[in-house]
């Protein structure tokens, strides 16, 4: 045969053994191999009901911050989505109207704020950008679900809860 890279190698169909043609040794150490591993600790886990430690670096979804008084830290700057690698971001800005001043720290706020977690591949960019400390990436697991537009988190998501923390450790999100 004509080999252009010259490192084919011939096969040549080897007699077996008397011992391999028997069988039995190779199936009684397959054996040793399979009974070793009954009494080897297991890496695998009983989850949900067993969860392990995450690392300390650890990024899970995001929370849209509130300040100590309940409002809403973003102001729609936009940084975020800039930022953002995966163009997960998009944000649609708002003015502020009187009577508002309770639920928005500042004169501009995101009126839309979507996040498409299918996309995110939850590197921590946008936190680092936001001026306002309004994004911040908590230690919950993003929900699995079998429909795609479940995926595109809005505010009713991504917005920390009222009277709750925002501490990545302690976090809980909206039960769906
Ligand atoms: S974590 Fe990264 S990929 Fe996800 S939304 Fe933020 S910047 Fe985009
Ligand atoms: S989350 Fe932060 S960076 Fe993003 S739009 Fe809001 S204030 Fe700007």
Do not use: W
Not at 40 to 45: A, D, L, N, S, Y
Not at 97 to 123: D, P, S, V
Not at 137 to 144: K, V
């Amino acid at each position: 045969m004509h080999s252009l890279s010259n490192r084919a190698k011939v096969v040549v169909k080897k007699e077996m053994t008397l011992m391999e043609k028997i069988y039995l040794p190779a199936i009684f150490s397959g054996m040793v191999i399979t009974i070793k591993h009954f009494f080897k600790k297991k890496p695998t886990i009983q989850y949900p009901e067993q969860k392990r430690e995450f690392s300390k670096v650890y990024r899970g979804r995001h929370i849209l911050k509130r300040d100590e008084q309940g409002r809403e830290n973003c102001t729609a700057c936009g940084l975020c989505a800039v930022a953002c690698p995966a163009e997960a971001i998009s944000i649609v800005a708002a003015e502020r109207q009187k009577g508002e001043e309770h639920l928005y720290r500042e004169e501009k706020y995101a009126k839309t704020y979507e996040i498409n977690m299918l996309r995110c591949i939850f590197c921590g960019l946008c936190e680092e950008a936001c001026p306002k400390d309004a994004v911040y990436l908590t230690e919950e697991l993003a929900p699995a679900n079998f429909d795609r537009s479940n995926f595109i988190f809005g505010k009713d998501k991504l917005v920390q809860p009222l009277g709750t923390s925002a501490h990545p450790k302690t976090y809980k999100p909206y039960k769906k």
